[in-house]
């Protein structure tokens, strides 16, 4: 069977709800700026009732890398769990609206609709605090093995890890993708999921996983060293492909071992950083599953992820495919 | 009793669902670009379908305005209906976030949380397409008499009129407020809402209305007249103070048939026209309520305008206080 689709994701289906708030609002409520991390509902209704008024948009790590798939022309499903309520409905509509497949009917059962709320600070930085609801309750029976067989990458976000549930859905998502001769991608998402799950991180690193992304800091925990560039020849080792991105200074892509390093596109004003990553998976697997090599994809990861960078909300406000035209004729 | 609030609104209670799209798209469905327009729940759901991924942010018109006026340091407080839903958390998360009191606990029976389907186009235009739901619903055992005569000014959104049991609540309200020697405003709110209800509009603005907001076409229809300034003269007769807004030319403010032009404040960029007139009131009414003349008054309206057609959405981005504060030293 060929591959009708390029990317299917199976991640986190969250409405994120982003305020702008001063450094001292982030302090005074002790969180971690920059740093992603999950809320139980208490806190979350706590954290809300403080918050500034919010813009509500779709988000998802994944679903923001599926959303820039779409916006640069790419076909694309997603495998995530949402509830029948109106956060639920915007997900699903949004991520349907730009022509992503999202068969996973919504939940009448269980939690709410999972929601990230993100603290925006003057200097872009974005401090989240998820509240995963419905999200967390995937499980294997959510995801359609023939779906996943469709696509030419799986791609699996690393902040699912945190469940039992969701982590069986990400291996019968992975064999599915094997058994029908299919790529998997893993992105490790976030230091804190990586300090978490180390030893099922690598496991799955070495085990399943053909396309790594990673930060810097995010390879560095996963095999506990202070050095980026050892720990990238740490992945290399095991995986065939590794894409390590280091913010402003761009990224190195190592293909069995052999590395490249591809630089930042310039950004005018930095205003949010959120889906930074997410963004330039997106570049970077529409380019390896259009025939791009491995300069083109990173440099395509490199102008999704600056687009989104430059205005508040992490899935792409431009149509990424007229940004990337250039690079591709 | 001394007024503790500045204005207390009545309006509708919507969150805004803001997408950006083509003019081919507008006609195509058959939408009067600039227009507001109320739909069922069916065409709800199908123009929701058509529509790109959304951002939702809470609108409604007088909340609107009363998110203007607490981010210009004014004290106000909101009448209006939300359900019990997620929408309605986020209304009433948002308008209490800014400071504004929301006395009216969420319905527990009824329609879902109203929706404003908000279509901007590439020349900066919106189109609405608004589902009142729970909104609509709302009564005059919403309005709290001793809450009404807490304020200087109660503003009643002309959007409202569209049912009776919120006629009765404007009727309520606007009573409350005379009893307690306060001064009523209303806003005509749209062209299509003026003329389906033109005589009923016109009785109020003579017997009830202290302070008339409304735009050239709006204030056009009410008199069936297509000159303004005569249009105006007719509402001076009946009304004491009259506040025409003229887009891009500014406004003319009429007290006792005096009348004062104030020019509109430069926009480096209009990118989304929603809100202009709910802004301009929220100055308009900060300035009057605190000790301004009239030209300042409107100065504000034109300072906070400008804001909020700057960039997407119908409340401000930016502290009104700071834009403002040249001009009030």
Do not use: W
Request: with cysteine; charged share 20%; aromatic share 6%.
């Amino acid at each position: 069977m060929t591959a009708d689709l390029d990317v299917v994701g199976v991640g986190n289906a969250l409405v994120d709800v982003i305020s702008m708030e001063s450094d001292e609002f982030i302090e005074g409520r002790g969180l971690v700026k920059g740093s992603m991390r999950l809320i139980e509902p208490d806190e979350a209704v706590a954290l809300y009732d403080a918050m500034g008024p919010g813009v509500e948009m779709s988000g998802g790590s994944a679903a923001n890398t599926l959303a820039g798939l779409a916006s640069l022309g790419g076909r694309g499903g997603f495998i995530g769990r949402v509830r029948d309520d109106q956060l639920g409905t915007v997900f699903a509509h949004d991520i349907r609206s730009v022509g992503i497949e999202f068969p996973v009917p919504p939940a009448t059962t269980g939690s709410p609709t999972g929601r990230s709320l993100i603290i925006v600070s003057s200097d872009a930085e974005r401090t989240m605090n998820t509240l995963l609801g419905a999200a967390a309750e995937l499980g294997p029976d959510d995801v359609d093995a023939a779906f996943v067989a469709r696509a030419q990458v799986t791609y699996l976000e690393g902040y699912l890890f945190d469940r039992e549930l969701a982590g069986q859905a990400f291996e019968k998502a992975a064999a599915a993708a094997h058994n029908a001769g299919r790529l998997v991608a893993l992105t490790l998402s976030d230091s804190f999921c990586v300090e978490r799950f180390l030893t099922a991180f690598r496991g799955l690193v070495s085990d399943v996983v053909d396309i790594l992304f990673g930060n810097e800091d995010e390879l560095c925990l996963l095999y506990e060293t202070d050095d980026a560039m050892e720990a990238l020849g740490h992945a290399e080792r095991v995986c065939d492909l590794v894409v390590m991105t280091r913010s402003a200074d761009g990224s190195v892509v190592s293909k069995r071992g052999q590395r490249l390093e591809v630089a930042a596109e310039p950004v005018p004003r930095v205003v949010d950083t959120t889906g930074a990553g997410d963004l330039y998976a997106a570049g970077f697997l529409y380019g390896l599953t259009h025939g791009h090599d491995l300069a083109t994809s990173a440099r395509l990861g490199s102008i999704a992820a600056a687009e989104v960078i430059s205005h508040v909300g992490a899935r792409p406000e431009t149509v990424l495919a007229g940004l990337a035209a250039p690079l591709l004729v």
